[in-house]
């Protein structure tokens, strides 16, 4: 293979993977499975390809008039490579790193650290792809080679060693035990000291007290999957949020759920249904770090939509799409 379509193809395996990392984030089940065998066949061909790419590097490095900065390649070489080596461990079973750690967060970390060094790499090296390149591409002899490469990929990810875990890759971790249940913020909040009887929440413009929400018992059983790699099925208990909003006026489209920590999550109007505030897990009150007073249950979606520590809850006239895909916090 060329080095020009060799440098292609890495361009494209990379923004694949990228891609669809953040995909599976945002699924969740089996829709988020389907993204992550795309994923990791994009992981194994960047693998595939690196024969091919050290020829490209090492004519590189070993030339007189070597590029200027060419230790940023090879950082990010290395990147990647910490970044497979953990998505591997994860899939291989060995997700749990130690402390708060999991192999996933150093995937994630590792693949977030190398953009930069990634988007710099191409920016610098200017690829001008030739109009007869392309039409190469669309013969027969590059469609079996496609093949024959794509069939490499799938058969490595059969033969990879894959341990058992949920659709989107999580493992199992305290389910019914609440208190085993990793108490996991999305990247810098922190748990705040929120007093239970003098806890107030603002709800469609109405303040409800810790008390009057302790009262309900609406319950709901289901998973919360956090992207960190582990998933736990508790029987929350709260109460509904439509119970507590009514019917939502035509005028509003979102539901915009804010914690006292500033962190917040916008939902769809027509989703007002699923919702629960929880202030129980498994019958027992949520202790601090799992969002005491009260948190939002959020079920199917992962559980970086599931607000701790809610401040307030407010029927919004912007759409939901009106927010990051990803919390900034
Ligand atoms: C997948 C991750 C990649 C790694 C680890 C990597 C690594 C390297 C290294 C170590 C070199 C030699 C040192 C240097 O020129 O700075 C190099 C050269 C180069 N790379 Fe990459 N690269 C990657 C992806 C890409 C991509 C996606 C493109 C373009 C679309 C690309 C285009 C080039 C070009 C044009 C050269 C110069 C070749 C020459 O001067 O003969 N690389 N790469
Ligand atoms: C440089 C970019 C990336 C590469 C090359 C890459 C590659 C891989 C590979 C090879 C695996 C192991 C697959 C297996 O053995 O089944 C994996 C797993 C995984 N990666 Fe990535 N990844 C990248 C970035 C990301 C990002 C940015 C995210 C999320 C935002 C992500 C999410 C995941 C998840 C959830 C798994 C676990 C899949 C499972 O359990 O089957 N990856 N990745
Ligand atoms: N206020 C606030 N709520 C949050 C987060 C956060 O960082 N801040 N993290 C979310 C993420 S990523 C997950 S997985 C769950 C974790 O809930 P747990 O700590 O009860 O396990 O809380 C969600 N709610
Ligand atoms: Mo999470």
Same mark, same amino acid.
């Given at each position: 293979m060329g080095g020009r379509r060799t440098n292609l193809a890495l361009l494209f395996l990379l923004a694949l993977a990228f891609l669809t990392g953040w995909l599976a984030f945002a699924f969740f089940g089996w829709p988020s499975r389907l993204v992550l065998v795309v994923h990791a066949l994009a992981g194994i061909g960047l693998l595939l390809l690196v024969p091919w790419k050290s020829l490209i590097a090492r004519r590189a490095l070993s030339?007189?008039?070597? =590029?200027?900065?060419w230790w940023a390649s090879l950082l990010l070489g290395l990147g990647l490579a910490i970044s497979l080596a953990f998505g591997f461990l994860h899939s291989a079973g060995r997700w749990y790193v130690g402390g708060d750690l999991t192999a996933m967060e150093f995937h994630v970390g590792a693949a977030i650290c190398i953009l930069p060094f990634a988007v710099w790499h191409v920016l610098a090296r200017p690829l001008r792809v030739r109009r007869a390149e392309v039409a190469a591409l669309l013969t027969r002899r590059s469609f079996l080679r496609l093949g024959a490469f794509g069939a490499a990929a799938a058969g490595a990810l059969l033969v990879l060693p894959q341990a058992r875990r949920? =659709?989107?890759?999580s493992y199992e971790l305290g389910s019914f035990a609440p208190a085993e249940m990793p108490g996991t913020q999305w990247m810098f909040d922190s748990v705040p000291v929120v007093s239970g009887d003098a806890a107030v929440l603002s709800v469609g413009g109405r303040r409800v007290g810790y008390g009057e929400l302790a009262r309900f018992s609406d319950t709901v059983r289901c998973q919360l999957d956090c992207t960190g790699g582990w998933y736990a099925t508790q029987d929350w208990e709260g109460v509904w949020l439509s119970r507590l909003l009514g019917p939502a006026p035509a005028w509003a489209r979102s539901i915009l759920v804010r914690s006292v920590t500033g962190y917040s999550r916008r939902f769809p109007v027509e989703s007002l249904p699923a919702l629960l505030l929880a202030v129980r897990a498994g019958s027992l009150p949520l202790d601090p770090a799992h969002g005491f007073p009260a948190r939002l249950v959020a079920p199917?979606?992962?559980?970086?939509?599931?607000?701790?520590?809610?401040s307030s809850v407010e029927l919004d006239a912007l759409p939901d799409w009106w927010q990051p895909p990803f919390p900034l916090q």
């Open positions: 030339r007189r008039r070597r =590029p200027r900065v949920s =659709p989107s890759g199917g979606r992962r559980g970086f939509w599931w607000v701790k520590w809610v």
